[in-house]
Nanobody, 127 residues
């Protein structure tokens, strides 16, 4: 199983980027997909998640209203559309996948609950 995150780059404040998470070895439709980010010297934090079944979406308060997570079933890809980017969004962004059942309804916020991880893509927001 491999997850490949891409689409990062350098963007000015207020700009936008679209990150992609492409999977091989699994069909993403059957997995919850999450995006996390890690800034230098900080813990990896949860950003967004899309569920495997109903496609429900969830966002951290810090990105709600600015980021949108979505699936392209045909391309086995999950996207994170990021708009109105801020300097504090600067981080390495990782996608993760997990197909397990979880008792805790907020399990997706815990990085330790995710089974598969991509390698990360750098997002830098700076003028």
């Amino acid at each position: 199983v491999q997850l490949q995150a891409s689409g990062g780059g350098l963007v000015q404040p207020g700009g936008f980027l679209r990150l992609s998470c492409v999977a091989s070895g699994i069909t993403l439709d059957y997995y919850a997909i999450g995006w996390f980010r890690q800034a230098p010297g900080k813990e990896r934090e949860w950003v967004s998640c899309i569920s495997s079944s109903a496609g429900s979406t969830y966002y951290a308060d810090s990105v709600k209203g600015r980021f949108t997570i979505s699936r392209d079933h045909a391309k086995n890809t999950v996207y994170l559309q990021m708009t109105i980017l801020k300097p504090e969004d600067t981080a390495v962004y990782y996608c993760a996948a997990d197909g397990s059942l979880h008792a805790n309804s907020n399990w997706y916020k815990d990085k330790n609950e995710w089974r598969y991880w991509g390698q990360g893509t750098q997002v830098t927001v700076s003028s």
